[in-house]
């Protein structure tokens, strides 16, 4: 059994800084890429940021020199850094991970229950 927790978000005001966590627990061999994903209200999930095992990154251009993405390897955890934020930053986030359970065992993606992001003066 897999579970991705999350943390963090809530309210911020426009300009406003939030830092989002996602630990994931459970009998895991390892875990390829991590990746934050957002849905804003009758809008498809969007990538907003993705890391993989090695620390490669890449991110959405609206999030660009915004968002850092990181991850500690050891604990499992991915993070979202956000700083700027604009009103249309708002948005549940999700957190997902590509996990294998055993060595060249296949890769299965897991997601988080979502956190809520809002940014409102």
């Known amino acids: 059994q897999v579970q991705l927790v999350q943390s963090g978000g809530g309210l911020v005001q426009p300009g406003g800084s939030l830092r989002l966590s996602c630990a994931a627990s459970?009998?895991?061999?390892?875990?390829?890429?991590m990746g934050w994903y957002r849905q804003a209200a009758g809008i498809q999930r969007d990538l907003v940021a993705h890391i993989t095992s090695s620390g490669e990154t890449n991110y959405a251009d609206s999030v660009k020199g915004r968002f850092t993405i990181s991850r500690d390897n050891a604990k499992n955890t991915v993070y979202l850094q956000m700083n700027s934020l604009k009103p249309e930053d708002a948005a549940v986030y999700y957190c997902?991970?590509?996990?294998?359970?055993?060595?060249?065992?296949?890769?299965?993606?897991?997601w988080g229950e979502g956190t809520q992001v809002t940014v409102s003066s």
């Open positions: 459970g009998s895991i061999f390892s875990i390829n890429a």
């Open positions: 997902n991970a590509q996990i294998r359970f055993v060595r060249g065992g296949p890769v299965f993606s897991y």
